[in-house]
C-alpha cells in the first residue's frame, strides 16, 4: 500500500524536540516508568493488527494524532512502537489542547485522518466523538460512488429485498446517507484506537492487562444473553433507581481488537452497550466511578432524569463542576446555533456494560474501587456507566428524534450496580448483583 502521508508536519518536529528534551531529563525512577511503558505501548499498536510487508518497508500506516496536554512521555512510548510495527509510515500531528470532551480538530487534521489507515487518538480530553472521528468511522459516500458500486460484479446481486423495494436511485441515495444497515458495507478505510485523559499507568497496570482473547470471548457470550433484551432496571444500594430503554440496533461491543475498516475501540477496551429511547428513561442514576472530565467524585452524584435528560444534578463539588461544564457547552452551542432547541448536552447519550476483569484499583482492605479516569472505569466487568452529550458515534440517523450532536460527551460510572434485563414478552433475566455479573 501507498504511503500516503506528506512529509513529517512541522508540529511533529517540534514535539519530537520536546520528547527527546523531556527523555533528557528523567529521572532514574522516571526512565524505569518509561521501560514499563514500553510493553503496554506495543500492545496498543499491535491492537491495530496492521498489515505490513515482510520488510516491513509498506504497508499500512498509522497516524497518531495527540495534544499540546498529553503526556508526552506516554506519547514517546506510543510513537516509538508505532515507528516499530509500521516503520516510516507512523507520523504524528499535535493539535491544540481542547477545552472539553468531543471538541472537533478542525478541517486540516480532519483531512489528515481520511489518509490513514490506523487512528491512534492519544487526547488529554475525549475526541472520540468529534465530528471528524465520527465522520471518519461512519462516512456518508457520494450517490454517484454507491450507483457504480451497486453496478459493479461484487456487489450486482447484492440487496435483493432493497432492490425490489426501492428504484436504483432512491437505493443509492438512502445508502450513501447511511439511513439503512447495509451502508455499513461501505464503511471507512480507517480504524480508531483512542486513549484519553490518562495518567501513565494506564500502560502498565489495570486494564491494560486483560487478556484480549478471554475479553472477547466474555463479550460474545454477554452479547448473547442481552438478545431480545430492550429495556433494564438499575437499582443500587446508594440510590439508583432506573428504568432504561436500550436502542436495540445501536449495540455494540468493543473487544479491543480494531482489525477492520470502519471499526474503533478505546485503550483500555472492554464494553458492551449502546444508545437509549429518550422517552422511556426515566429515574435516579447515582454515579459513584469515575466521570469524564473529572475523574473519581469527591462524593457519589445523583442525576434526576425524566424522558431521557437529566433535569437535577446533586452531590459535591465534583457534581457542582459537572453542571457548569454542560451548562457552558450549551451556552457556546446555541450562541452558534440560536435555532436549534433541542439539541442539548443534558440528553443521555449511552449506556453500557464494563466487561474487563482488570480494569480496577484497589484499597489498603483490597476492595476494588475505581480507576482515577472514566476512561478504564468505564470498563471495569460489573460496572455500568451512562454518559451525557453526543450520541450520533453510535450511527443514530439524523432524523431520530433522539439524535444529538452536541460537541461534548461525558461518560458517568457506577460501581456496584445490580441490574435486570427485560424481554418484549416482559421476560427478567439477572444481569449483574451488586457490581458482580451473574448472567454467564
Excluded: W
Excluded at 50 to 61: A, C, F, V
Excluded at 142 to 162: D, M, Q, T
Excluded at 325 to 351: G, M, V
Excluded at 398 to 426: F, L, Q, R, W
Amino acid at each position: 500500500m501507498q504511503n500516503n502521508f506528506e512529509k513529517p508536519y512541522l508540529d511533529y518536529e517540534l514535539a519530537m524536540r520536546s520528547m527527546d528534551k523531556k527523555e533528557q531529563e528523567l529521572s532514574i525512577e522516571e526512565k524505569e516508568e518509561f521501560e514499563k511503558m514500553k510493553v503496554g505501548a506495543e500492545n496498543v499498536i499491535k491492537s491495530f493488527s496492521l498489515k505490513r510487508s515482510p520488510d516491513n518497508s509498506k504497508g499500512e500506516n498509522l497516524l497518531i494524532i495527540t495534544d499540546s496536554g498529553a503526556d508526552k512521555l506516554m506519547i514517546k512510548a506510543l510513537l516509538d512502537a508505532g515507528q516499530e510495527i509500521a516503520g516510516d509510515d507512523c507520523r504524528i500531528v499535535v493539535a491544540p489542547k481542547t477545552e472539553h470532551a468531543a471538541q472537533e480538530f478542525g478541517e486540516n487534521i480532519g483531512e489528515k485522518m481520511k489518509t490513514a489507515d490506523a487512528v491512534l487518538l492519544v487526547t488529554s480530553l475525549s475526541r472520540s466523538h468529534s465530528k471528524e472521528t465520527v465522520e471518519l468511522v461512519h462516512p456518508k459516500h457520494s450517490s454517484e460512488i454507491i450507483s457504480s458500486l451497486l453496478e459493479s460484479p461484487a456487489l450486482k446481486n447484492a440487496f435483493p429485498e432493497l432492490r425490489n423495494k426501492y428504484p436504483p436511485e432512491t437505493l443509492a441515495k438512502m445508502l450513501s446517507e447511511r439511513k439503512i444497515d447495509e451502508a455499513s458495507m461501505f464503511p471507512s478505510k480507517s480504524r480508531i484506537i483512542s486513549i484519553t485523559n490518562t495518567a501513565r499507568e494506564i500502560l502498565t497496570e489495570g486494564g491494560a492487562l486483560e487478556n484480549p482473547i478471554e475479553m472477547k470471548e466474555r463479550i460474545d457470550k454477554f452479547a448473547e444473553v442481552m438478545k431480545g433484551v430492550e429495556k433494564v432496571k438499575i437499582i443500587s444500594k446508594n440510590g439508583t433507581d432506573l428504568m432504561l430503554d436500550i436502542k436495540v440496533r445501536s449495540l455494540a461491543k468493543e473487544t479491543g481488537i480494531v482489525d477492520r475498516a470502519g471499526t474503533g475501540s478505546n485503550f483500555p477496551s472492554g464494553e458492551y452497550g449502546g444508545s437509549v429511547d429518550l422517552m422511556e428513561t426515566n429515574g435516579v442514576y447515582v454515579a459513584d466511578g469515575a466521570i469524564g472530565m473529572i475523574g473519581r467524585p469527591d462524593e457519589p452524584i445523583k442525576f434526576t432524569i425524566e424522558n431521557g435528560k437529566v433535569l437535577k444534578i446533586e452531590g459535591g463539588e465534583s457534581a457542582k463542576k459537572l453542571k457548569e461544564i454542560l451548562e457552558k457547552t450549551n451556552k457556546e452551542y446555541q450562541e452558534k446555533n440560536p435555532n436549534d432547541k433541542i439539541t442539548n448536552s443534558f440528553r443521555l447519550a449511552e449506556f453500557s456494560f464494563g466487561m474487563n476483569s482488570k480494569a480496577f484499583r484497589y484499597n489498603k482492605d483490597r476492595e476494588k474501587i475505581s480507576p482515577d479516569t472514566s476512561l478504564e472505569a468505564e470498563k471495569g466487568l460489573g460496572t455500568i456507566h451512562i454518559a451525557l452529550g453526543k450520541n450520533s458515534l453510535f450511527n443514530i440517523e439524523k432524523n431520530d428524534p433522539d439524535y444529538n450532536d452536541i460537541p461534548i460527551h461525558i461518560d458517568c460510572v457506577a460501581m456496584s450496580p445490580t441490574i435486570k434485563g427485560i424481554k418484549e414478552n416482559e421476560e427478567e433475566i439477572e444481569i449483574i448483583k451488586d457490581g458482580k455479573v451473574v448472567c454467564l
